[in-house]
């Protein structure tokens, strides 16, 4: 184990690969859940409760309005206590909701129980592991941001899947309860095994030292505007397009199997879009992954054959999920690392909640018009109105690298 953990500025110990490898697996269990696993409950709880699709759709968005206020409030408090801590609470608190879940006889109770997954569980996992990943990285973070991105993307395809198969065995309740009880199993020994790196293992301190090219606070507020708007698309398909691939005739499970199709590919695309943040820059990284999902994001609503779901899906499936690895490198490129994580936790906060209304207002738009041509071309213009503001905080990037040289380290990831 002394082997193991051992490091000296030259030769990076391997545990960071430890950190690595829980922390997709732990984002993927808990993530999947609370971004889009209820896509597949839609038509379940439709047809055995009676509710509408935009009421099932507020489920998912309290789970993730939770995410955006418990991720402020945790990423501030894994600045300061024990990160193992802070991530052991969210394993356990999002598997007993989950679980909980199962028991639930009325909307608002399935409200209470994934806001609190989400502010006490998920809050406390997304940004502080993001964070601690980067901390143990002096070069090539962007790569192994993009790992930990590609398991949440793993867990976003494949717990839809499975929750998909649980409920044509088990019903909705009895999804619920094994999903829970599974995450508590794998989450929890994960969890135990995050630490922070030693000074001699962890990012070095000199770019503490240099100027950013941006200023933080100036970050933070572009990033938070985008991220709204990014998002909003982003979670039209994660949300709606198993229900629209039912709508031609398809099955549960075989419109799950579109998703976890697109979301095989956003495994790839994630590290792939890690590997081009190292190489070009952070920010040029998310723009190219913000243009390919904006473009192609409105081609869903033009297919009416589950094969061409199934050929198209991996196509946007690969460069929508460099979005998030964008995000994350970005703000790991831009944001002094003493703050990285309470900064993360507002900029994400953001973006749970543009994910939380984008993913409403597409059943809401549904439930108004029967059709989802409206939830796709308002998904599309959220992604121009994203691209508008990247391209400013680029442009002062570009300003602030026109300064001394030693501000152009924070720029790029490495």
Known sequence: ?????????????????????????????????????????????????????GDIALINSAGLIGLAIGGIAMGWLADRIETRKVVLAGTIVTGLCVTAAGFASTLWQLYALFFVAGALGGGALFAPLFALVGSWFRTGAGLAIGIVSAGQAMGQGGIPLANAMLIDAFGWRGAFVAIGLASLAIMVPLALLARAPSAAEGAGAQAEKDAPAVHPAVVVALMSLAVIFCCALMSVPLMHLAPLVELCGATGPEAGGVLFVMMLTAIAGRVAFGKLADMIGALPAYL??????????????????????????PIYGFGYAGVMTGVLTTLRALIPARFRASASGIVIAFAWGGHGLGGWLGGLFFDRTGSYDLTFGVAALAGLVNLA?????????????????SQQALTRTA
Do not use: H
């Open 1 to 53: 184990m002394q082997e193991i953990c051992k490091d000296t500025p030259a030769q990076p110990g391997r545990y960071r690969w430890v950190i690595v490898g829980a922390a997709s697996v732990v984002l993927a269990v808990a993530m999947g859940q609370l971004v889009n696993g209820l896509s597949a409950f839609f038509t379940p709880l439709e047809q055995s409760e009676g509710w509408s699709r």
């Open 288 to 313: 190219a992954a913000s243009v390919w999902q904006t473009a192609l994001v409105y081609v869903f609503i033009q297919i009416g054959d589950i094969g061409l779901f199934y050929l198209f899906a």
């Open 389 to 405: 503001l990247l391209l400013a905080l680029g442009a002062l990037v570009v300003r602030g690298k026109s300064g001394p040289p």
